[in-house]
DNA sequence: AATATTTTGGAACAAACGTTCTGAATAGTA
DNA sequence: TACTATTCAGAACGTTTGTTCCAAAATATT
């Protein structure tokens, strides 16, 4: 049998992932990653196949994790809590990071033009709004929200602000200008 | 006395901003740019600078010609009904041209690394939320919004609503989709 | 211990990159 | 008409790009 590989390449991967999130795609170069991830180029190229083949791996990662995120962080007793508590982390951990969603990112540089990263966002957008939906639903049904509103609608609006608040963040680096947007989106969500 | 200049400068600019809105900042060649402008290298870098030079030319060329189309599209009788047409207009013109807000894209490919990037499309955001403030004050003056809101923080919101829109557009490339999100940004406005 | 298979580090590649340079063409001024 | 400043077209520049290749090192099985 063969020699076996001298690292992890899940834990190398999310290497070349915080790279291409915060330099974006094309402004990340193979040498950039051989840097970064600390790894040969031939290594690379066996592991994770070509430059675009690994930013799609890349993007997958951040898609689950960041749904897995959002879900953990829907604690509270009923849901309109849980929604509430899933804004605010995503504020939180914006300002805390001073990053933005590599998804957004990807959306305005790639997805326009690459079929497989629009694919990978829309697929991880939907399983978010989907969540919201859900818990949007079980809102209406306990009456925490008005019957006159529509869960599917509310919670797209919602996703959609989430890149709303990306942007004003990037703008204003201000955090409590954030904050107060997305307190601004909770209320209207409450009435 | 010397030769006089064949093209029109202005003219060519714009067919590079184009060209730059629809693959983005880096996705963009210098090769690309002498085909699509028309024009030699030579000519290019005499007129116009470098290549960063010439994006920054085309970026404030967009934003100003965007607050102007802004301002062209706040029609109507009453302060409320301006705003009303204005995110109308935005989304019109997405699902006609197909394209979204160079300087969101620009927000997201640059804005964080570059500084000069930044302080364009800073300034042009906050051009427009401004003239949203101030429709914003007129209505409620008017009694056209409840007392209760902020113009200031409303018109941020919905210029970070226009952000999100894009991004949906961009996804779900869903005319009818983006439609349903501006009424209902339209909806939260008035009440 | 020998074998087989894979990884590793680094050299090497052609192509594309942004930029500069050169000489010929041009046209307003003297 | 001669002069001079500028534009024009395209070759050429040195880098950087993404990718491939190769010999040496490594290790689980035979």
Same mark, same amino acid.
């Given at each position: ?35 970064t ?38 604690l ?27 998804? *957004? @990112?990807?959306?305005?540089? %790639?997805? /326009?033009?690459?079929?497989? !990263?629009?694919? &990978? ?7 978010? *709004? @989907?969540?919201?939906?859900? %818990?949007? /639903?079980?809102?209406?049904? !306990?009456?925490? &929200? ?15 602000n ?7 963040? &990037? ?14 989106l ?6």
């Amino acid at each position: 049998m063969a020699r076996r590989k001298e690292f992890d390449p899940e834990e190398r991967m999310e290497k070349a992932r915080d790279l291409f999130w915060e330099k974006g795609y094309n402004a990340t170069s193979m040498e950039d990653l051989v840097q970064t991830m600390g790894l040969n180029r031939g290594s690379i190229y066996d592991t994770y196949g070509d430059k675009h083949s690994l930013y799609l791996q890349c993007l997958g990662n951040y898609a689950a994790e960041k749904l897995r995120e959002h879900k953990e962080a829907a604690l509270g007793t009923s849901p309109i809590e849980k929604v509430e508590n899933m804004i605010l982390s995503v504020v939180e951990a914006t300002v805390n990071t001073g990053k933005c969603c590599m998804a *957004v @990112n990807s959306t305005f540089e %790639l997805a /326009t033009v690459d079929q497989s !990263v629009h694919s &990978i966002i829309n697929n991880n957008w939907k399983d978010i *709004v @989907n969540f919201f939906e859900q %818990l949007l /639903t079980d809102a209406k049904k !306990v009456g925490e &929200i008005s019957q006159d509103k529509d869960p599917r609608l509310l919670a797209e609006f919602i996703a959609a602000n989430f890149t709303g608040l990306w942007q004003t963040y &990037i703008l204003s680096r201000d955090k409590k200008q954030v904050e107060k947007l997305a307190q601004f989106l909770i209320d209207m969500i409450k009435h």
